[in-house]
Nanobody
Framework: QVQLLESGGGLVQAGASLRLSCVAS????????MGWFRQAPGQEREFVAA???????AYGDSVKGRFTISRDNAKNTVYLQMNSLRPEDTAVYYC????????????????????WGQGTQVTVSA
C-alpha cells in the first residue's frame, strides 16, 4: 500500500475555487492510477475523478467541466482543482491509489482502490 495525505480543504463561498493536494509515500507512486472520491454526511462515497496510468482522465457527472485532476510524479502528488464550487460539493474529499499498477482504464468504484488518505473537508456556503 501507499500512504496518502490530503490537504487544501476549507470553507469557501459558492463560485470560489480550491485546489486539493494529495502527497503519496511508500510504493512507486508513478506506476499507480489515482482517484478522488467524496463523501457527504449520510451518503455513500461518490466518485469524483480518476487518472489512469496512461490515457484520458474521467470525472463524475456532477463535476464535469468544473474539476480537473492532475499529478506531478516528481513530487509524488496528485491534485484536484475545483472551480465554480457549489453548496452540493460540500463533503469530505479522499484521494485513493488503485490496487493495480499500470492500469489504463479508469476505475470509478471505491473497491478498486486499496490505499486511502484520511480526507480533507470542503465546505461551500451559499
Amino acid at each position: 500500500q501507499v500512504q496518502l495525505l490530503e490537504s487544501g480543504g476549507g470553507l469557501v463561498q459558492a463560485g470560489a475555487s480550491l485546489r486539493l493536494s494529495c502527497v503519496a509515500s511508500g510504493r512507486s507512486f508513478s506506476a499507480y492510477p489515482m482517484g478522488w472520491f467524496r463523501q457527504a454526511p449520510g451518503q455513500e462515497r461518490e466518485f469524483v475523478a480518476a487518472m489512469p496510468w496512461t490515457g484520458r482522465s474521467a470525472y463524475g457527472d456532477s463535476v464535469k467541466g468544473r474539476f480537473t485532476i492532475s499529478r506531478d510524479n516528481a513530487k509524488n502528488t496528485v491534485y484536484l482543482q475545483m472551480n465554480s464550487l457549489r453548496p452540493e460539493d460540500t463533503a469530505v474529499y479522499y484521494c485513493a491509489a488503485e490496487r493495480v499498477r499500470f492500469s489504463t482504464t479508469v476505475k470509478v468504484t471505491p473497491a478498486e482502490y486499496d490505499s486511502w488518505g484520511q480526507g480533507t473537508q470542503v465546505t461551500v456556503s451559499a
